[in-house]
């Protein structure tokens, strides 16, 4: 064991010492020393132990906060209790555009707002009523999902028969979606219910009309701050057509023809690998995993995408890559001399955790800390090999261990969610809240580089910091 190895290992030996001896065993499965040759030691996609504070999501907020929510053209109904619908979306930052109310949906929360009565008689007849009233209030809506919350599993409506009904007599896709969220042990089951959900009922069901060699899907980007908008530009530049969005700022047409694509590219692997797994069995389509974040991941990104194309597409983008390298190096000449040696701490979901490793490490910052909310154990395979020898891994982190983490290793930033940013900021610490950007953004790309450094430039050199004094300096 090595040195670095040895001095995590007693760091968090003495964190989970608080713990009783049962949950002392399972929580040690799951925060582990990154060892580079003994492969990814983590343990993952488990149940979080009942009586810990964890910062993961339902299946419920998968399916409805991240897979179908951004799709623009679809009124996405919340069928249970107003609660969780308002959670799971009036906090969310995807960007769409057209126009609110005709043909943008997306800043709307629509709920059947269950009440006891629903719960003991059922809430069926009242799903049509609504339906009906959502047609007549939108009717330029392409379709309608039904977002099933956990009292609709719990008490046994059949919201697939009243999707089926509605669909022959209003004329659009009423998609049935069962993501109550007592189903899996996180958020990352919705994933895949929605992408199935997807599968079964739209995919394929119109066909592109004009082909090209060049034409692409963007998978498992939702447009937070714009994010979705600033990768299909940087995509365009190149010669690529991006048919279809997953599923930030997309449609329901743009979801049905992508089997008709050349390649899906992938962003957030977590979220839709099942869906690109699927197209690649059914319909003989490839997908690749790719980085929009910081200019060394583009460019690797960039390069191994051409590969899967012809000469001229690898000639536009050696091309567009020297068009963006000056604009890159000034961002890097500004900010670096300032974030040079900074720690940080990682603890999100989806993508993030690794694939935001490349862009601080272009600004001369250093990962001593990485974990997922709902990881699985390929997402820490992809993780493990970008981070040094004795950096601290963490599933499931819980709030208490992810406070230790901190105190003891004192990063000079932790990126995280809302639920974390407001006790780290009280304890003086930096922080960026990066499931949504901290209101700003996009992050993806040439352009959204630079507002990541210098937003991390904000956060980490703002003079208020010295005003708050964080325990350890006391």
């Known amino acids: 064991m090595s040195v670095a190895i040895a001095k995590t290992q007693e760091i968090i030996d003495d964190i989970l010492k608080v713990y009783p001896e049962k949950t002392r065993k399972k929580r040690a499965l799951h925060i582990k020393p990154n060892d580079t040759s003994g492969g990814c030691p983590v343990k993952s996609n488990m149940k979080s132990i009942p009586g810990v504070m964890t910062a993961r999501g339902c299946a419920y907020a998968g399916s409805k906060g991240v897979v179908w929510g951004p799709v623009k053209d679809m009124v996405h109904l919340s069928h249970g209790p107003v609660g969780c619908g308002h959670y799971s979306w009036a906090t969310r930052r995807n960007l769409a555009s057209g126009k609110p109310g005709v043909d943008n949906f997306v800043p709307f929360h629509f709920t059947s707002d269950f009440q006891e009565r629903d719960i003991v008689y059922g809430g069926d007849k009242r799903l049509e009523?609504?339906?009906?009233?959502?047609?007549?209030l939108f009717p330029l809506a392409k379709g309608i999902t039904i977002q099933s919350e956990c009292p609709i599993g719990l008490i046994g409506d059949d919201i697939e028969a009243v999707a089926k009904k509605m669909t022959k007599e209003m004329g659009i896709p009423i998609v049935p979606v069962r993501c109550e969220g007592f189903r899996g042990v996180s958020q990352s089951l919705g994933h895949h219910i929605a992408n199935d959900s997807i599968r079964d009922h739209v995919l394929g069901k119109k066909k592109l009309e004009e082909k090209t060699p060049y034409d692409v899907a963007l998978i498992g980007d939702y447009n937070i701050g714009g994010d979705a908008w600033a990768v299909k530009e940087l995509l365009e530049e190149i010669g690529y057509r991006v048919v279809s969005i997953w599923s930030g700022d997309g449609t329901l047409d743009g979801l049905s023809v992508t089997p008709d694509v050349k390649l899906n590219i992938i962003h957030c692997y977590r979220s839709m690998n099942y869906i690109c797994r699927h197209m690649e069995e059914k319909y003989g389509i490839p997908w690749m995993e790719v980085n929009f974040f910081g200019p060394s991941k583009i460019k690797a990104s960039l390069r191994k995408l051409a590969e899967r194309f012809d000469d001229s597409i690898k000639e536009k983008t050696e091309e567009v890559i020297k068009r963006h390298?000056?604009?890159?190096?000034?961002?890097?000449?500004?900010?670096?001399?300032?974030?040079e040696g900074k720690?940080?701490?990682?603890?999100?979901?989806?993508?993030?955790?690794?694939?935001?490793?490349?862009?601080?490490?272009?600004l001369g910052m250093e990962i001593i800390g990485a974990g997922y909310e709902f990881g699985h154990s390929d997402d820490y395979t992809r993780t493990y090999p970008m981070?040094?020898?004795?950096?601290?891994?963490?599933?499931?982190?819980?709030?208490?261990?992810?406070?230790?983490?901190?105190?003891?290793?004192?990063?000079?930033?932790?990126?995280s969610g809302i639920k974390e940013k407001y006790v780290f900021q009280k304890m003086g610490l930096p922080f960026r809240q990066m499931h949504s950007w901290d209101y700003s953004g996009p992050y993806h790309g040439w352009k959204g580089f630079s507002i990541f450094a210098r937003d991390?430039?904000?956060?980490?050199?703002?003079?208020?910091?010295?005003?708050?004094?964080?325990?350890?300096?006391e």
């Open 325 to 339: 390298e000056s604009e890159m190096q000034k961002v890097i000449d500004k900010y670096r001399s300032r974030l």
């Open 387 to 415: 981070l040094k020898e004795g950096v601290v891994l963490f599933d499931d982190v819980t709030h208490y261990e992810f406070e230790e983490l901190v105190k003891k290793l004192k990063p000079d930033l932790v990126a």
């Open 343 to 362: 720690k940080i701490m990682l603890y999100v979901g989806g993508l993030r955790p690794r694939h935001t490793i490349g862009a601080f490490e272009d």
């Open 456 to 473: 991390m430039d904000m956060a980490i050199n703002s003079p208020t910091w010295g005003l708050i004094n964080p325990p350890w300096k």
């Open 129 to 136: 009523t609504i339906l009906r009233e959502i047609k007549t």
